[in-house]
């Protein structure tokens, strides 16, 4: 009961601090952060079980490294390879040596402990940037792309980086340590080749053939948490076995079904893990501390803003005022260094007053990223309108189901010049088409993230022709959701499913049964001879009456 009254004071706090946070226009993070020093040890201490609070916590971030494993799929990576690679890997090496340089000299640290200070600081919150570029819909700006393009490759840098901190803290002698790292890696990268290559998309296309939505949820998240288990069994990170899991699975046409069955667990567990790090926030030890934790931060900014801007500047040619925005939007010190700081305390590279004090610096960079982001855009008016032209698709017609209705709409579309996206949950006709060049989605497009992955945001027409009313009418819910105004065709069955996907904001509805009975009414006013013409008069009469009278209820 003890857990269970924490729990709902976890989730409690979080929804009031989450609520509060929206009509204030922040990241529901910074919310959690707040409300998690509120109830924490250090605020009204209302927290009993924490080790158990901090597993959830802990499973929250296994299930977000497995979410970022699953972005990094070839495709993705070379569409942002020259800033990732070059501009990330340049901002985390430089970032790394400054701080590492400065805190060795100006404190007399030890190297290993100036190394991981350095590793820290470099590292930038994905989850509150790409809420603010996604909350005014920049992603695909320069701005957008270049910030996003740097953040992806720092969550991949948190693989290896983790793989060091038991060397750093003395776990191993160097030249073993080293090399024992590298013979795991060796290892783990060579069972993630064997695994996608021949164990993966056997095990998965059995499971999608059943259909089975709580099925393939299971499968999903037992692959995750089994590899998350054997990495740990091999002396490595959950973390680290869990972003290898999204990483392997990522290769196959699954990854977005995959990723759309695990946010809700993961947005839930990640709501806890930021939560847990507030309530390492010790408000006394902020205000003791507040010259040299100001002090940090502001050094802090000053450091990253400036190696990104350089970098993106004058190394890698980018426009004045999207290095400058760039700069100033990946100042901040990020979740995934609270997970470094965690795997360092575990190690004993740090002491409890050490990881304080960069949680704090941490989270006051944190709770200024959207204040400074603001005022950067005030500054800076022009920068977010400057858009690139880019060459994702725009208003195009996405198409839910291949079967017949959806090959005909696909046939019309090719004929006409309309670019197109297919929704599909057979994984044969998925494979075909995909070998064929098709652009298919495999997914269940009752899940909003299945309809991003199709573009939904830039669609002009939604097509559903799947025959399944219950699913078509959650469909049409998850659409306007995200996009209100976007027109919905849908196929039906029945008549009486019309009312209903009407209310619910369907565009225009084709009932089968109603087709059925214009055609067959045409077939027999044919037989008696009656003119073409009177015909589709009648047929056009029949149709706009019948519809006219569901418009009405509706």
Known sequence: MILLTDVVLVLGSAFVSSLIA?????????????AGALIGPYGLHL?????????LAELGVVLLLFTIGLEFSPAHLAKLRRIALLGGSLQIVTTLLISGIFVYFAFKGSIPFAFFVGAYVALSSTAIVLTLLQERGELETPYGRASLGILLFQDMAIVPLMLLIPLLAGKHKADVGLLLILLKTFLLLGGAYVISRWVLGFFMDIIAR????????????????????AAYLAGLSLSLGAFLAGFILARSPYSHQ???????????LICIFFVSVGMFFDIRFFISEIPVILGAGLTIFILK?????????????????????????LFQIGEFSFVLAQEALKFELIDLSIFQLLSSISILTMLLTPLVIALARRRLPMAVEDKEEHKALENHLII?????????????????????????????????????????????????????QAGIEKAKILAITIPHSDSAKMIVSAAKHIRPDIYTLVRTRYVADMYRLLELGADDVVPEEFVAALSMFARVLRLYLVPEEDIRRYLEEFANKHYALFRKAV
């Open 22 to 34: 929206h009509y204030l226009r922040i990241p529901n993070i910074i919310g959690f952060i707040v």
């Open 47 to 55: 927290i009993k079980a924490k080790e158990a609070v901090h597993f």
């Open 210 to 229: 059943t259909r089975n939505r709580e099925l393939f949820l299971l499968a999903t998240l037992t692959f995750c948490l089994a590899i998350a288990w």
């Open 258 to 268: 995959a990723t759309a069955n695990i946010l809700p667990f993961k947005d839930l």
């Open 305 to 329: 803003s400036s190696i990104i801007f350089g970098i993106l500047r004058f190394i890698l040619r980018y426009p004045l005022h999207v290095a400058f925005l760039v700069g100033v939007s």
């Open 400 to 452: 839910v189901g291949l079967g017949v209705a959806g090959k005909a709409l696909r046939t019309a579309a090719r004929r006409v010049g309309i670019p197109y996206v297919i929704i599909e949950m057979n994984p044969d006709t998925v494979r075909k088409e995909k070998a064929k060049g098709e652009p298919v989605v495999f997914g269940d497009a009752t899940y909003e993230y299945i309809l991003r």
